[in-house]
């Protein structure tokens, strides 16, 4: 009589440790899960329905909702593939109604019918005064600029600026250079009215009236607050002291990095009293301008604006790269009402 055949051992993992690997998955998954809808409930309710966005590490994250976003859905969907229906399931729901709240951003809005003159405007954060002052006049040159805003102005990039041919481009200037990231400055193809600086900022945020040709005066104020995860409170505290928008005030550009997103409630707040993103206007309110460096594939965050009174109206935005800095240039055409 024959004996039976024993299975042939290496074809199937025994029962207990795919139970075991199973377990594994599970659980990894639950904790990616929870993180990621803390993340989501921080930036959805907090943020969005409190209207706070809390500490520094808090507004940190929030900063990274976009990044956050795409990678809860790539979670969701691994979370499906592997058959744990109710951790993809909520993770899905969630990364929905986050795209839901930032898809207008990436989608161009109505915009006023203005009919004035034209303003181009850039923004240059110089990186510690490390950024090559030969590519920043080159910028200006190629998007022939009328107005550029330069933060973390150092004396001596004030000077290797100057040397590069700024001032024959942009001759009327109204610079702050100071140590370190604290110097900001404005300059400009029409003259200048120097105004005082804005707010009680650690770093230099001066403000000057633009004379355009034919049109009313432009007030610009090179914007420039405190990193949230140096201090919250002071952060929020800046941003609340940038001037606000109002029917009867002048015509006013904020040009610069606001170490703010537009997830975070601080900078919707200053833009719900009479502003927009100009970027935001026209389909661009994505794309990300920090941090802009070597070991990423592409920045993270979206924190350098041109914010407009919402009389006017963005006609074309662009970003670009800065050798040696650590954040995009960011460029607005906006036209003025008429």
């Not at 690997?21 to 990621?36: C, G, K, Q």
């Not at 707010?199 to 090179?222: K, M, N, T």
Request: glycine share 8%.
């Amino acid at each position: 009589m024959r004996r039976p055949r024993e299975p042939v051992r290496g074809h199937e993992q025994p029962r207990p440790r795919r139970a075991l690997v199973a377990r594994v998955v599970t659980t990894v998954l639950v904790l990616l899960a929870a993180a990621f809808c803390a993340a989501a409930v921080l930036r959805l309710v907090v943020s969005g329905l409190l209207w706070t966005d809390g500490n520094r590490y808090t507004t940190a994250l929030l900063a990274l909702t976009p990044a956050v976003t795409l990678a809860g859905g790539v979670l969701g969907v691994l979370a499906l593939v592997l058959r744990r229906l109710w951790v993809g399931g909520i993770v899905t729901a969630l990364v929905v109604a986050l795209v839901a709240v930032m898809l207008p951003r990436a989608l161009p809005a109505e915009r006023p019918e203005s009919d004035g003159a034209t303003v181009r405007v850039l923004t240059v954060n110089l990186f510690f005064g490390r950024v090559d002052p030969e590519a920043v006049v080159e910028l200006v040159r190629e998007y022939e600029v009328d107005v550029l805003t330069v933060l973390e102005l150092h004396p001596r990039t004030a000077t290797e600026l100057d040397a590069a041919g700024l001032g024959e481009l942009l001759p009327h200037q109204h610079f702050m250079p100071a140590p370190a990231a604290a110097g900001s400055g404005i300059a400009s193809r029409y003259p200048l009215e120097e105004l005082g600086e804005v707010g009680g900022s650690w770093f230099r945020q001066p403000s000057a009236r633009v004379r355009l040709d034919s049109a009313l005066p432009v007030e610009i104020v090179a914007v420039h607050t405190v990193p949230p995860v140096t201090r919250a409170t002071d952060w929020r505290a800046e941003l609340r002291a940038l001037p606000e928008a109002a029917a009867d005030d002048p015509l006013r550009i904020l040009s610069g990095d606001f170490n703010a997103t537009l997830d975070h409630a601080e900078l919707r707040r200053l833009l719900d009293s009479g502003y927009a993103d100009a970027a935001g206007q026209v389909g661009k309110g994505l794309v990300p301008t920090w941090p802009l460096q070597r070991y990423l594939p592409v920045p993270l965050a979206t924190l350098d604006h041109i914010v407009l009174d919402e009389r006017a109206s963005a006609r074309d935005v662009a970003t670009a790269d800065v050798p040696s800095g650590d954040h995009r240039a960011v460029f607005a055409e906006i036209v003025l009402p008429g």
